[in-house]
């Protein structure tokens, strides 16, 4: 499960990283096209904002789940002393 969470953390990263070059190539390829260089430049931004989102979201999951399992482990072990 951790792993799962960890690598759904990362794709989302490195999506929101790749719109976010990709939003600013366009605004800057685009610059003189006014509206369509507008549109696509936030609409790429708020994606990339919506995917860094997700992706801690999902970090706090997994860190939450890491902290159990740790917690459990430390139990274990002081019941065995």
């Known amino acids: 499960m951790r792993a799962r969470y960890f ?12 719109i976010f ?7 800057g390829l685009t610059r003189g096209w ?3 260089s507008t549109v696509l ?3 790429l931004t708020i994606i990339g904002i919506i ?11 997994e ?3 890491a902290l159990r399992i ?6 274990k072990l002081n019941e065995k002393q």
């Open 7 to 18: 690598r759904n953390a990362l794709v989302f990263l490195y999506s929101s990283i790749s």
């Open 51 to 61: 995917c860094i989102t997700a992706a801690a979201i999902i970090l706090i999951k």
């Open 41 to 43: 430049t936030i609409g």
């Open 21 to 27: 070059a990709v939003a600013g190539i366009i605004g």
């Open 70 to 75: 740790i917690e459990s482990h430390t139990r």
């Open 34 to 36: 006014d509206e369509i």
């Open 63 to 65: 860190s939450s789940l």
